[in-house]
């Protein structure tokens, strides 16, 4: 009797009674998710692969442009900064050649009197002046006093002088920039310090 009444009252008969249950619905839950066949499951798998192969070969074709691009554009950029080096070398050539022009009419002019020779030779100065400044060419000529810069002048002797000390005397040779760059240092001498 205890052995009749132990299946229909006791747990562990219900436990069992309980697993295929939850078996049951593991395998509904999971059978909407997964294909219900291996072959299923192996065609959705193929399709996933296929799909990821076409993103990857389009990210490498988009690599691949990019890569083009940028090597175009590089290009283009060493060919403009080329073209303007010999555009920029022919404006400032350009520039001179009315200097060169005044310099041999000078020169053609046979019979000129001093006070010719010099009016010319000042008009050509002007000229090329003006196209050296034009192409950013500008002087670098310190007046009396003013403080000694080693990155615009070079000293070439200290002499004693009633002014300040590491300041300009005289200029010896006028210095010139290029667009802010030293072509060459102006020579100066430079006052002691007492």
Aim: net charge negative.
């Amino acid at each position: 009797m205890s052995e009749s009444t132990q299946p229909e009252n006791s747990q562990p008969s219900e436990a069992p009674q309980d697993l295929p249950q939850s078996d049951a619905q593991h395998q509904d839950s999971q059978g909407s998710q997964d294909p219900a066949t291996p072959e299923e499951a192996l065609a959705k798998a193929m399709s996933e692969v296929a799909i990821l192969q076409a993103k990857v070969s389009e990210l490498q074709d988009q690599f691949l442009r990019g890569q083009a691009d940028v090597l175009n554009a590089r290009k283009r950029a060493d060919e403009e900064v080329s073209k303007a080096r010999k555009f920029a070398l022919e404006s400032f050539a350009e520039s001179l050649l009315p200097v060169i022009d005044s310099l041999e009419a000078g020169l053609a002019f046979k019979d000129a009197t001093p006070e010719q020779i010099m009016e010319g030779a000042q008009a050509t100065l002007r000229q090329l002046k003006s196209a050296l400044e034009r192409n950013k060419v500008l002087a670098i000529e310190p007046a009396t006093g003013t403080k000694f810069d080693p990155h615009q002048h070079q000293a070439i002797s200290m002499v004693p002088a009633e002014q300040e000390p590491n300041t300009v005397v005289s200029v010896l040779q006028k210095g010139y920039s290029i667009a802010e760059r030293i072509l060459r240092p102006a020579l100066v001498t430079v006052s002691q310090s007492n």
